[in-house]
């Protein structure tokens, strides 16, 4: 009965998520199969911790948005979230969430409460960074670029990622406070934090890069200036949505190797 309630709260949600314009329509089916599993998985609690990165990431994307219209020219992809990009985010916690129903093992949370950190510090530099009214600096080499340029970072994103991850750490150990020690939470937070500076770095050195013939400008988009953007550098099919979903990965599988290593 209350498994059914719960999947009627998460259409809901991803119904008014959708009726706002946070996410595309295909985005919003994905959120339902996201949600239900993490649902089923790990408990109205795991939905909880699910709820603040969502919240706080569409807010944060449409919080100043005139402001940010500057990157437009350079992100590939707008504030309303597509079913590639709810998955990149939200496919690593739902996976751990499958997997706790099948081993009931504890440590499965931790990996959830990771990933998650990592898909919430993320957002919250890339969408509050955006704002700083300096230009970012760009990874290897250390000089200003345009904001929006993948791989680089801000003091105010850099601020932005750790207080998501501390945010995300934080509720963690309020939900699961019997299971979460504070030594647990710290590690969330870092590997959170951790998996925003992976994001940079990754996106920095392997994303794909395209160049305007028309205006010069290097950019994301596969058009711009109503022609054809030219492949620039990096690994053509390695777009922003699988820098996330690397960046995620990897931060929750060394977390996960490591505690389980104690």
């Not at 979230?81 to 009931?104: K, M, T």
């Not at 957002?123 to 600096?137: C, F, H, R």
């Not at 951790?194 to 994301?220: H, N, P, W, Y």
């Not at 990096?234 to 490591?258: E, K």
Request: proline share 2%; charged share 15%; glycine share 8%.
């Amino acid at each position: 009965m209350y498994n059914l309630i719960g999947f009627f709260i998460v259409c809901l949600l991803s119904f008014l998520a959708w009726r706002e314009k946070a996410l595309q329509l295909s985005g919003a089916v994905c959120a339902v199969c996201i949600g239900t599993m993490i649902l089923f998985g790990t408990g109205i609690k795991g939905f909880l911790l699910l709820s603040v990165f969502f919240v706080t990431s569409s807010f944060f994307s449409k919080w100043k948005r005139e402001q940010k219209q500057s990157i437009d020219q350079i992100v590939a992809k707008g504030d309303a979230r597509d079913w590639v990009q709810v998955l990149a985010n939200g496919g690593v916690p739902a996976l751990c969430s499958f997997i706790y129903i099948l081993e009931e093992d504890p440590i499965w949370i931790f990996a959830f409460a990771v990933s998650l950190a990592c898909s919430t510090a993320d957002t919250w530099a890339s969408e509050i960074g955006v704002l700083s009214q300096k230009d970012p600096y760009l990874l290897f080499p250390f000089k200003r670029v345009r904001k929006g340029t993948s791989g680089a970072i801000s003091l105010r994103g850099t601020f932005a990622s750790l207080m998501g991850a501390i945010v995300i750490g934080l509720t963690a150990k309020l939900l699961w406070f019997h299971m979460f020690s504070i030594h647990l939470m710290i590690w969330v937070i870092v590997f959170g934090f951790f998996g925003m500076v992976l994001d940079s770095i990754i996106g920095r050195s392997i994303q794909a890069k395209f160049l305007c013939t028309t205006c010069q400008l290097i950019t994301e988009k596969n058009y711009h200036c109503d022609q054809p953007t030219v492949f620039f550098k990096g690994v053509r099919y390695v777009n922003n949505d699988v820098v996330n979903i690397l960046s995620i990965l990897i931060s929750t599988a060394l977390s996960f190797l490591l505690y389980s290593s104690l």
